[in-house]
């Protein structure tokens, strides 16, 4: 019985690259491309690995620095071929990358960095900005690396709640 799925040849492994690449908003890693297309069982990672050279060669891909992006070649082909591609896979694809793009957009805003003090404890400078500059600059020490560690990822997860209530707490009995 043959495996269940959309994605039958590399043509299809292409196409699928293609649509992908063509509604990313930067240059990604291989490891993100095939993220981001694997939205069928019948995609490997090798399919991978072997499409994005091949569309290289062929001009529809260019490779920026360790990442790809999509051509003007890639970009006519893709909006040609882009039909062929079983709805369903569309779909999710379109989602995921949209998923991608939030993502990366908001991570332009949010910045951290782990120091070592003088005392040899670690300091965790926590940033959040927006498109005219900073809004909140907050640096705070942890014991150790692995509980730095916890409020950078902690920080990149909720920056804009932290914010929130911040501004809400100081905020709080000015107007009375």
């Not at 920026?64 to 882009?82: F, L, N, S």
């Amino acid at each position: 019985m043959e495996p269940l799925g959309f994605i039958h040849d590399m043509m299809d492994v292409k196409v699928l690259i293609l649509y992908v690449a063509a509604r990313l908003n930067a240059p990604v890693g291989l490891q993100d491309l095939y993220a981001l297309a694997y939205q069928d069982d019948r995609l490997s990672y090798f399919d991978v690995c072997t499409a994005v050279p091949a569309l290289v060669a062929s001009g529809h891909l260019a490779q920026v620095g360790q990442g790809y992006e999509i051509t003007e070649k890639g970009r006519t082909d893709c909006a040609a071929t882009e039909d062929s591609l079983a709805y369903p896979v569309r779909q999710r694809a379109e989602k995921a990358v949209e998923r991608f793009n939030r993502e990366a957009h908001r991570s332009k805003f949010i910045k951290t960095r782990l120091t070592t003090t003088a005392a040899g404890e670690t300091a965790v400078q926590l940033r959040l900005d927006d498109e005219q500059g900073s809004l909140m600059r907050l640096e705070l020490t942890a014991p150790n690396p692995a509980q730095a560690a916890k409020l950078r990822d902690a920080f990149q997860k909720k920056a804009e709640r932290l914010y929130q209530r911040i501004m809400e707490e100081l905020l709080e009995n000015l107007g009375k």
